[in-house]
């Protein structure tokens, strides 16, 4: 606060009249001692008024807040009429603030503030004061209250309790229109003066908006304020205190006023005209493209709904409103034929969903556009002329025959040749083939409705420029019955005669099948094919015929079984008939008819065997099997022996295989593929002296190529055999391959010798000359050393 303003405040406060409330002046018990002065004090009235004198004197009763001075501020002087100046008596003070706040001056009374003393913390303060004797500590006066009231000075400032407001206001609201309001509160004394009376004016936000001075309501200054131009205001508010006038304190306030849409503006679309384009191949329900209309407002105010209103493509497309990014989706209704039309135009409106009808005056809130849809040509598939086909044919046509054709064409404006074929899935007994030019379907086998009645058929129709596109098409064929089945029995008769039987006994009911299905249903006839006089048939005229006998008793001794031939016919055409044998056996019967036995089973007692010859071949199959048990237990206890006895080393002995080659004229005997093959040589030979006691698994060696050599060959079948440990001695002939049969020349060997029964001539060999004059010496003696 300045000097000039506490000056100011200070001449005022000065030239105020200060009035002493009652209520704030103490209260003394009246005691004997006291004094009473009187005065007379005229009034305006005309009459008297007598003053009492009180023992307790006051200079002051208020206190002037907010003292800057140096000194202790002056409160006020309490004095009895006890006190004689001589300092005998002591004033005491206590209650609110005594003692720091208050001070008083034992001997004279003085009462001083020792601070500055604000009003808007404490309004008034409540004392109690009593003066005492020194020496004795005697009151001398009974204890008084008094009040000091606290003065005010416009020392506050209006304050708001918000720094920022935020309001809002719709858009186009009238002049006048309540926006918000603002208080603002003075911690000054309301009752005393104007220092707490506010006033409120408007520092900014003008001409748009003002505020009433005394409630501090906003309102609109400015007709029809639009949003789409300007959507936020700052309004600053100003609250002044001591009504207003100059030198009272201010506090201000921001205010942000928004202005909220309303449906004032109608959606427009941009463009007049829209041009889009879609395939002709997209599908019923694809989206080829959207439409939008702009609308100044926002939220609901802008929602719009899309509709075909006109247009020759009405019918081939539709539109639905997207609420999320509010467009009109235009999309496919029906299929689309380039061929056909090439062009579409269709009338598109957008109308608000949410009309205000306070601004109807503002225009119609909808708007059309045109919207041309240019259809683009694709290369098609194959189109049928029928979404599927249905074909009968009779199950006797021949082999080749056609059943039905099936067209098919290209939409598209080039006409590609159509080739058609089945989808042998479909067939795959292939029962049916069809014209790949022309699409006759015609049979490949023979029908039979028995088997099959309906076949399902797919047929392709493909482009031959471009195999690709292709389409297909159902095709039924239904198999048309025709009568080319006989009737047969139902059922496998077991039937009997009693042998005493009367003439006209039924035996049996007997009922016939058909596999084909006449269009009138199912008629049998039934009759026997030759004059039987022992039985008869008897046609009951609904499919089933009844068995009698036209003789009295029959012998089951002499015939047991009688055979009757049946014959069994339809009426459809060609009349089909079958013969049927029925099984008659002779039984025994009792009186009431009953089977008792028949020839059949005397015939197998006969062949039967008894229960001991049973028993006895039994009792034979087990002594078999005892034997052959124990026969293979022998062999496994045999000791193994080697199969050469002689007491010699075994490799002086030679073992004889019988094996000999056809020599080089034997051409015939022996393939030499045999040693190329490795199959030959799959199975390893064990040795064949002893008997083996652990089979050993033969080692597998690779195979040899088919160009190899038959000397690398045979050499490593020799390394083979001299490295296994399971292989015949050394001095012992491994066989490697069958060699042949004999050749004309016989063989040379003297091994072979010793294996002949009769003698040999060899003089033959002196014919063949020199050289062999030694061999006709060895050989051409007449002893044989065969023995040897």
């Known amino acids: 606060m300045t000097i000039y303003q506490f000056l100011l405040l200070f001449l005022l406060w000065v030239c105020l009249p200060h009035f002493c409330s009652p209520e704030i002046m103490f209260r003394r018990t009246p005691v004997p001692q006291q004094r009473i002065l009187g005065a007379r004090v005229p009034r305006s009235d005309g009459k008297i008024l007598h003053r009492q004198k009180r023992g307790w004197m006051w200079n002051q009763f208020f206190l002037l807040e907010e003292y800057t001075g140096s000194d202790y501020q002056y409160v006020g002087k309490l004095h009895s009429d006890q006190d004689k100046g001589d300092g005998s008596l002591k004033y005491i003070l206590s209650g609110d603030g005594a003692g720091t706040l208050f001070i008083i001056d034992e001997k004279t009374g003085d009462i001083h503030a020792t601070r500055r003393i604000d009003r808007e913390e404490k309004a008034f303060y409540t004392l109690r004061a009593q003066a005492i004797n020194r020496r004795t500590l005697r009151p001398v006066e009974p204890e008084s209250e008094f009040v000091i009231k606290i003065h005010d000075i416009n020392d506050n400032e209006p304050t708001f309790p918000e720094e920022i407001y935020t309001a809002s206001v719709p858009e186009m609201s009238v002049v006048g229109t309540s926006v918000v309001q603002v208080t603002a509160t003075d911690a000054d004394d309301p009752s005393y003066g104007n220092s707490a009376r506010v006033i409120y004016s408007i520092l900014q936000g003008q001409p748009y908006f003002s505020v009433e001075p005394e409630t501090g309501i906003i309102r609109t200054a400015l007709p029809n304020m639009n949003r789409e131009n300007r959507e936020q205001y700052q309004v600053v508010i100003q609250a002044k205190d001591m009504g207003g006038q100059m030198g009272g304190l201010s506090g201000t306030t921001t205010v942000n006023i928004t202005l909220t849409d309303v449906n004032d503006n109608p959606p427009r679309f941009p463009q007049n005209t829209i041009h889009l384009r879609v395939l002709e191949s997209s599908p019923v329900g694809t989206a080829i493209g959207s439409v939008k209309a702009t609308d100044a407002d926002t939220g609901k105010n802008a929602e719009v709904e899309y509709r075909i209103i006109d247009g020759d493509g009405t019918d081939m497309f539709d539109i639905i409103t997207e609420k999320d990014t509010q467009e009109g989706i235009i ?63 009779h199950e006797d046509i021949e082999v080749g025959t056609i059943i039905g054709t099936v067209m098919a064409r290209d939409p598209d404006s080039a006409s590609s040749p159509i080739r058609f074929s089945l989808d042998r899935h479909t067939d795959l007994d292939r029962i049916f083939n069809i014209h790949s030019g022309n699409g006759s379907l015609y049979t490949s086998k023979p029908l039979d409705r028995e088997l099959s009645q309906w076949h399902n058929l797919t047929v392709i129709a493909a482009e031959i420029n471009n195999p690709k596109e292709m389409t297909r098409v159902a095709v039924f064929v239904r198999i048309l019955d025709v009568n080319d089945n006989a009737p047969q029995f139902a059922v496998f008769y077991d039937t009997f005669v009693c042998e005493n039987a009367r003439p006209g006994q039924l035996i049996q009911t007997i009922s016939a099948v058909d596999k084909d299905d006449p269009l009138g249903g199912q008629k049998f006839f039934f009759s026997l094919a030759a004059v039987n006089p022992n039985f008869t048939v008897q046609d009951n005229e609904d499919n089933t015929a009844r068995i009698l006998t036209r003789k009295n008793g029959f012998n089951r001794h002499e015939i047991s079984t009688y055979l009757l031939p049946v014959v069994i016919s339809d009426n459809d055409y060609p009349i089909q008939s079958s013969t049927g044998t029925l099984t008659i056996r002779v039984c025994a019967c009792d009186s009431q008819g009953n089977m008792q036995s028949c020839s059949a089973e005397a015939l197998l007692l006969p062949a039967g065997l008894s229960t001991g010859a049973l028993i006895a071949i039994l009792l034979c199959i087990i002594i078999l099997l005892v034997i052959v048990v124990l026969f293979a237990a022998l062999k496994r206890q045999r000791k193994k022996e080697p199969l050469i006895l002689s007491k010699e080393d075994i490799r002086d002995n030679i073992v004889s295989y019988n094996d000999e080659g056809g020599g080089e004229e034997d051409t015939q005997a022996f393939d030499i593929g045999t040693l190329r093959n490795p199959a030959a040589i799959e199975e390893k030979k064990l040795r064949r002296d002893i008997i083996p006691e652990t089979l050993f698994i033969p080692r597998r060696t690779p195979t040899a190529p088919d160009n190899t050599d038959v000397r690398d060959f045979i050499n490593e079948r020799l390394k083979e055999h001299d490295l296994d440990p399971t292989a015949p001695p050394y001095d012992s002939l491994a066989t490697y391959a069958y060699e042949g049969n004999d050749s004309i020349a016989e063989s040379l060997s003297s091994l072979e010798s010793g294996t002949t029964d009769g003698d040999q001539n060899y003089d033959y060999l002196r014919e063949w000359g020199p050289r062999f004059n030694k061999l006709a010496e060895m050989y051409g003696g007449g002893d044989s050393d065969k023995d040897s």
């Open 331 to 393: 999309m496919v209704k029906k299929p689309l034929d380039y061929e056909s039309r090439r062009l579409y135009t269709l009338k598109v409106e957008a109308e608000n969903t949410h009309v205000d009808p306070r601004f109807y005056y503002l225009g119609p809130f909808k708007d059309t556009t045109i919207v041309k849809i240019s259809v683009e040509d694709v290369d098609e598939p194959p189109v049928f002329s029928r979404s599927s086909y249905l074909f009968e044919v």
